[in-house]
């Protein structure tokens, strides 16, 4: 079973950065296509970015493109989410998944319990 922990998140002001990071275990990191999810209050979760297995291909919803950035480092089975100019539209619980696919970013079942970003000034 994979188990995913995020971490980063907090209370920053609009503009600001911040950045998420995913340990993932209990897996073969290297065959899994990551992805980043976020669900602000009262509405729906949603994908933001994902990265493919090699962290050669990524993709990224259009409400982020431009700011956020995912990575990863295969070696420490770790994702990253780059979170730059920070609005407070941004404002969510932030979730690391598995995914099946690059796009739409298909999550698998293995939701940790999440970071929360909060972007208010």
């Known amino acids: 079973q994979v188990q995913l922990v995020e971490s980063g998140g907090g209370s920053v002001q609009p503009g600001w950065s911040l950045r998420l990071s995913c340990a993932a275990s209990?897996?073969?990191?290297?065959?899994?296509?990551m992805g980043w999810f976020r669900q602000a209050p009262g509405k729906e979760r949603e994908f933001v970015a994902a990265?493919?297995?090699?962290?050669?291909?990524?993709s990224t919803t259009d409400s982020v493109k431009g700011r956020f950035t995912i990575s990863r480092d295969n070696a420490k089975n770790t994702v990253y989410l780059q979170m730059n100019s920070l609005k407070p539209e941004d404002t969510a619980v932030y979730y690391c998944?598995?995914?099946?696919?690059?796009?739409?970013?298909?999550?698998?079942?293995?939701w940790g319990k999440g970071t929360l970003i909060t972007v208010s000034s």
């Open positions: 998944n598995v995914v099946r696919d690059l796009w739409p970013g298909t999550p698998a079942d293995y």
């Open positions: 209990g897996g073969t990191f290297t065959n899994m296509r």
């Open positions: 990265i493919s297995t090699s962290g050669e291909r990524t």
